[in-house]
């Protein structure tokens, strides 16, 4: 069974850093691109940030570009997201998500397995 387990969030102010982990399990992790979306209150989700499955290649939204990086640790079937210098509108819940190869594709339905998510906010 598919699984994968997000932890990491929290509360904190402008400015301020966070790093996000999903714990996978159930699947071969180590060939399959991951990514990590989010959904703030009253929006659409969005794609934040995919990597490919053997790290080689990644994607940042422009809003994230140069604060968040993503990275994954293959040995420990592991996806992360480092925030950094976060603002209120980086607010939201965040979610990993598995694609279907090994690259990842920027279409939400190209990605067959969420997490629960958790939640990231940032306010003075």
């Known amino acids: 069974q598919v699984q994968l387990v997000e932890s990491g969030g929290g509360l904190v102010q402008p400015g301020g850093s966070l790093r996000l982990s999903c714990a996978t399990s159930?699947?071969?992790?180590?060939?399959?691109?991951m990514g990590w979306f989010r959904r703030a209150p009253g929006k659409a989700s969005e794609l934040v940030a995919a990597i490919s499955s053997n790290a080689d290649n990644s994607y940042y939204i422009d809003a994230v570009k140069g604060r968040f990086t993503i990275t994954r640790d293959n040995d420990l079937n592991t996806l992360y997201l480092e925030m950094n210098d976060l603002r209120p509108e980086d607010t939201a819940l965040y979610s990993c998500?598995?694609?279907?190869?090994?690259?990842?594709?920027?279409?939400?339905?190209?990605?067959?397995?969420w997490g629960q998510g958790t939640q990231v906010t940032v306010t003075s």
């Open positions: 998500a598995k694609s279907q190869g090994p690259l990842f594709s920027l279409a939400p339905h190209s990605y067959g397995a």
């Open positions: 159930g699947f071969n992790f180590d060939i399959y691109a």
